[in-house]
């Protein structure tokens, strides 16, 4: 079923992305200014943290925001303030987990009251890549840690 990085570039595109950047095989950095004419990223949604911050402040446009949803790559990195200041960035960081329950609650029913009506419309869909026993659940993982998807693996009764 898994055919590597090319599959999952191809997948990409076919989802709607304009680009689609290995960021293993490819300078993410360089490969952004091309795709936007030089311009950089006004977006980056990044769940590796500090491992990436310095490139990803790289990719980032001018007035861009670099949102931090995750740390998979480290809590602790060095940030260039000048080179902050100069793009007038922002860098924000959320998180579900360490919430009160009332803020998760509010979350909850704003996603009921905002996304989730996109989602029946079939406007907006999820991505899923298979579905799976629940019997082979250790396999879902398996292909989950070898990057073997291209979206979600659901476990199924």
């Not at 009921?112 to 991505?127: A, K, L, Y």
């Not at 026993?133 to 009764?157: C, S």
Request: glycine share 10%; hydrophobic share 45%; aromatic share 4%.
């Amino acid at each position: 079923m898994y055919g590597g990085v090319a599959t999952k570039l191809k997948r990409c595109r076919e989802l709607g992305a304009d680009a689609a950047i290995s960021y293993r095989d490819e300078d993410f950095v360089e490969r952004v200014r091309e795709v936007t004419d030089g311009r950089g990223a006004d977006v980056i949604l990044d769940n590796m943290g500090a491992a990436y911050l310095g490139r990803n402040l790289d990719a980032l446009a001018v007035n861009g925001r670099l949102a931090v949803i995750g740390l998979q790559g480290g809590r602790v990195g060095e940030l260039d303030l000048g080179a902050l200041l100069a793009k007038r960035g922002a860098v924000m960081a959320t998180s579900l987990r360490a919430r009160p329950a009332d803020e998760k609650a509010a979350i909850v029913a704003s996603v009921r009251e905002h996304v989730w009506p996109v989602i029946e419309s079939g406007d907006i869909r999820p991505v899923i890549d298979r579905t799976v026993p629940l019997r082979e659940a250790a396999a879902a993982h398996r292909a989950l840690e070898a990057g073997e998807h291209v979206g979600k693996i659901l476990l199924t009764r």
